[in-house]
């Protein structure tokens, strides 16, 4: 991680109050202008009930979240207003192939965030551990999974978090590895801790950690967000919330696995993963119907 | 079979943690055959996007498609990135875009007979990455208008011809003058001048049924 992570101990930001109404995020002068007046939790909150209450009258429903999701605020001008073009099955598609990894690409150390730095990061020190899959239910093997997260104290080694929390000179954040011919993945870090933002007034992120995968096809591609079980944030979140079948929420919160619990260390999170997309190794979805 | 992990957007502090040092270098500076792509992506206000990142995914000149590994190679000693090894075409590069929105990479072309970068697109704000592609099949001076273009690239290309005639100009990366560099912007709403929304691909509508 040396070459892309900031030195957390390096940065010369400024805490206290005036740092708790700094920008948290780049957001673009259209945005800045919008947000002027931040509206209130209570109107995210009934905003996402409506979008949910309709989202739950469309017979076809998506596990993932529609890109126009008004209480997530920024994604007003970031989501094209044209339905996609739906592909044609076209088995020369670059698309149903992807991007290969392999040892070469990831070090030992990528999977233990604890030990990145010289000391030990303060935090409740965890496991993470589950299993990637394709749609047919087979392990996707040898494949390369990211993660990136705040610290304990819901801070990122990123110049644009301006929250006024401490960073951790012993905590970057950053984590890779490669899955087993089992599809299995495990991560070593601390539980990161929830942090504000600006979408509206009060806002608050659940503690999450932010998951990039790939699959055998480039169509598998994935990036999301893995919750902690029992988290009271969950419903106040437009982020998480922007996925509007409350099952396939519930598919990204991970559980508490007491056997993974390694005694004396560290506590066990067990979150499998399952990639959508076709894929040029799958079977024909035409076939399976 | 088991159902789908939904999309969570990337948010805005992945730039720690995704981009690395040669993401877009596919290819060894000065290389012959090298060619570069390069633009900008835009919101709904025309406003340019600076926490944009872009991955993108080709076949090899000669029409492979299994990829090697070694894009994010690492220095064992030192564990930073050790770039790409001069002899391995990966197929894969992974840019963010800068405080203009802009961004580049440096590869090979693509085979004539798909001469297209598969690119993948995710940003803060946006909830579920999006897919288009840019076409580099339009050598500078050699066609009389986009049209002739686009129909040239539709004879051959099965999803480029599934797009709507009226809208295949957004996936045409252009050529500059020297034919080795491409320009393809990204707009991900339609401009407030008019300017077109980019076209998305949408490849998951071949759902399997539940069950
Ligand atoms: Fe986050």
């Known amino acids: 991680m040396t070459t892309t992570a900031p030195d957390p101990a390096a940065s010369t930001t400024t805490h206290g109050p005036a740092a708790s109404t700094a920008t948290h995020e780049q957001a673009t002068a259209h945005e800045q202008a919008a947000a002027t007046a931040l509206p209130t939790q209570r ?103 990211e993660i990136w997260q705040a610290n304990a104290s819901g801070r990122y080694a ?119 997309g076709p894929a040029a190794t799958l079977p024909d979805p035409e076939e399976d119907r | 079979m088991p159902l789908p992990t939904p999309s969570q957007t990337v948010g805005p502090f992945y730039g720690y943690a995704l981009p690395f040092p040669g993401g877009g270098d596919l290819v060894p500076a000065g290389h012959p055959d090298a060619v570069t792509l390069h633009g900008r992506v835009l919101d709904g206000a025309g406003d340019p996007l600076p926490d944009a990142l872009l991955e993108t995914w080709q076949a090899a000149p000669d029409g492979g498609l299994a990829g090697r590994p070694g894009s994010l190679r690492r220095d064992p000693v030192t564990g930073g990135f050790a770039g790409r090894r001069g002899t ?31 690119v993948c697109l995710f940003a803060r704000g946006l909830t579920h990455h999006l897919f288009t592609r840019a076409y580099l099949g339009v050598p500078a001076g050699e066609v009389a208008s986009d049209e002739v273009a686009a129909g040239e690239v539709a004879a051959g290309d099965a999803v480029f011809a599934a797009v709507p005639a009226d809208r295949r100009d957004t996936l045409l990366a252009r050529a500059v003058a020297d034919g080795r560099t491409y320009r393809f912007d990204i707009r991900i709403q339609e401009g407030p001048r008019g300017e077109k929304e980019t076209v998305f691909l949408d490849f998951l509508a071949a759902r399997p049924a539940a069950g």
């Open chain 1, 43 to 145: 109107r995210i909150s009934a905003e996402i009930a409506a979008a949910h209450e309709a989202a739950g009258r469309d017979p076809v429903r998506s596990p993932h979240p529609p890109r126009d999701f008004a209480p997530y605020r920024s994604s007003a001008l970031r989501h094209p207003r044209l339905p996609p073009v739906r592909v044609p099955a076209d088995p020369e598609a670059a698309e149903l192939y992807g991007p290969v990894f392999g040892r070469t690409d990831v070090t030992d150390l990528d999977a233990d965030l604890t030990r990145q730095h010289t000391g030990e990061p303060l935090g409740e020190r965890i496991t993470v551990a589950g299993r990637v899959l394709d749609r047919a239910g087979r392990p996707v093997a040898g494949q390369l999974v």
């Open chain 1, 158 to 276: 990123h110049q644009r978090d301006q929250h006024p929390a401490p960073l951790d000179p012993h905590f970057t954040g950053v984590g890779r590895c490669l899955t087993d011919r089992q599809g299995a993945y495990r991560f070593t870090t601390v539980k990161p801790g929830a942090y504000p933002w600006r979408n509206h007034e009060n806002a608050w992120r659940p503690a999450h950690i932010h998951f990039s995968l790939f699959g055998t096809a480039f169509t598998q591609r994935l990036v999301t967000q893995m919750y902690f079980p029992g988290d009271p944030l969950f419903p106040y979140d437009p982020i998480l919330q922007s996925v509007t079948d409350p099952a396939a929420r519930e598919r990204l919160v991970a559980t508490y696995d007491h056997g993974l619990s390694t005694p004396e260390w560290s506590l066990g999170y067990r979150w499998d993963i399952v990639l959508d």
């Open chain 2, 88 to 118: 391995d075409f990966t197929g894969f590069g992974r840019v963010a875009t800068d405080a203009d929105g802009h961004w580049e990479i440096r590869t090979l072309p693509p085979p004539a007979r798909a001469p297209y970068l598969a």
